[in-house]
């Protein structure tokens, strides 16, 4: 027996209003004193579990279509480096913008 993926979109600009049930819960939610929430299955983190950590490495940006002119030279020497000059492009006006954003 399959079951077909349900799908329903949100406006998050024009959200349901919450019922009855859900504003009482959250104001029970927000009732609650610091200490009277329980931690115990997500003990804290230590200096030695982020030592080795390794800032975006799942991050991976969308990408946009456009129409750029580049120099006949530049191409020819971005196409004459093999296989991924677009790749090349975005990398080296990735690097530049970091550097500008130091």
Do not use: C
Not at 27 to 54: C, H, I, Q, T
Not at 93 to 101: I, K, T
């Amino acid at each position: 027996m399959s079951k077909k993926p349900v799908k329903h979109e949100v406006e998050l600009a024009n959200l349901p209003p919450l019922s009855a049930k859900q504003k009482a819960e959250l104001a029970a939610l927000a009732a609650r004193r610091e200490g009277d929430v329980d931690y115990s299955d997500m003990p804290p983190l230590s200096a030695e579990f982020w030592k080795n950590a390794e800032q975006g490495k799942f991050y991976k940006p969308t990408k946009t279509s456009t129409t750029v002119r580049i120099d006949s030279d530049v191409l020819a020497w971005l196409r004459s480096q093999g296989k991924g000059y677009q790749s090349r492009i975005n990398a080296i006006l990735r690097r530049e913008m970091l550097s500008s954003l130091k």
